[in-house]
């Protein structure tokens, strides 16, 4: 029973990755849809915001030259201030139009809904595979990672009913694909008894918290590289070079990106502070010391330094832009390389694996 319900739970799973996969295609179908779009509406608006500037350059009614002795002579130009005004309305009419334009379209609805399905289908299986296991399924790394996934899209879905962020969808269920696609080859083990150490209701705790620092890191990470994409659009068009990447003109500035990714690594590092927390609570309970600087010990403290860094170099050292986003995703590089590196290749005390 114990094993079929397993192996039920896998099929489930699979399901899921699936249908994510599908949900990954339909978000960067929407991304395309958002750079046709933009690429469209300044297109058709440029245009007239060059007439527009020649009005105001060239008032009607007004000569456009002035003939003098054989020589010719033009009207003054309008004051650089009004020309400078001018051409701010003009930039601010084409970033809203082309917002407007990418309003949502048939592709991002069916991206949320696969979205939604398909966390559904992980959801039953992460409860089949506790069910099986008679305990919380996140005590080995084939239990963490499809918890853990199913936390990252559970945020990024629960983020978006307070902060419209549809267009990290690409790269969050991207970065969820890869994440589970490697547990599944690599991770998977058999439903098997808790070690004497992790009959604990610390590891609840120290878990739960561990896995929600993790998603909104995830998040965050999103939301620092779209940073670096749109700082580096934004100097193009500054100086009137080629874009790359169309649709990041229907995205906020990278100053707003950058906002956001602060708010939400902020919630993250609070919660893997009380993950480094109740981890030390644990190691008395279990080993008979706080502290005893066991790799999987000093890895977590070494991400929570990396992202107290961030939060103090950005609140008051005015780290901003590019080198913000960059401690944030170094931080999650870190936070990748203590789950898929450390447990893996570095047997401590913390070697619970299962592999």
Do not use: C
Not at 181 to 193: Q, T
Not at 222 to 231: D, I, P, T
């Amino acid at each position: 029973m114990t094993e079929s319900l397993a192996q039920l739970s896998t099929v489930f799973l699979y399901a899921a990755m699936g249908l994510y996969a599908a949900a990954f295609i339909a978000f960067a179908l929407d991304l395309a849809r958002r750079g046709a779009r933009a690429t469209a509406v300044e297109a058709a608006v440029v245009p007239s915001a060059v007439a527009r500037r020649a009005e105001v350059a060239a008032p009607v009614g007004a000569p456009a030259t002035t003939v003098i002795g054989g020589s010719s002579t033009a009207p003054p130009p309008p004051p650089s201030s009004a020309l400078g005004r001018l051409s701010s309305r003009i930039s601010t009419r084409v970033e809203d139009d082309v917002m407007n334009a990418a309003g949502g379209g048939a592709s991002l609805k069916w991206a949320f809904a696969l979205t939604i399905i398909g966390f559904a289908f992980h959801l039953v299986a992460d409860v089949l595979r506790g069910i099986a296991a008679a305990r919380v399924p996140w005590a080995n790394m084939w239990e963490f990672s499809m918890t853990g996934t199913l936390v990252i899209i559970g945020v990024f879905l629960i983020a978006n009913l307070k902060w419209p962020i549809t267009y990290v969808g690409t790269f969050v269920l991207g970065l969820v694909l890869v994440l589970q696609g490697i547990a599944l080859l690599r991770y998977y083990v058999p439903v098997v008894p808790l070690q004497p150490a992790l009959q604990s209701y610390w590891l609840v705790i120290h878990i739960i918290v561990a896995v929600l620092g993790t998603a909104f890191f995830a998040l965050g990470f999103a939301l620092s590289g779209l940073q670096l994409l749109q700082y580096r659009r934004e100097r193009q068009v500054a100086e009137s070079r080629p874009q790359q990447f169309r649709f990041l003109a229907t995205l906020p500035s990278s100053v707003a990106l950058e906002n956001l990714a602060y708010r939400i690594n902020i919630v993250g590092f609070i919660a893997w502070t009380f993950t480094l927390i109740a981890g030390a609570i644990w190691a008395e309970k279990a080993w008979g010391r706080y502290w005893g600087w066991d790799t999987k010990e000093v890895w977590t403290f070494i991400i929570w330094v990396i992202y107290a860094g961030y939060i103090h170099a950005r609140a008051t050292r005015g780290w901003r832009g590019s080198r913000s986003a960059w401690l944030a995703i170094i931080g999650f590089a870190a936070v990748l390389f203590n789950f898929g590196i450390v447990n893996v290749f570095f047997h401590g005390l913390h070697a619970y694996s299962g592999l």
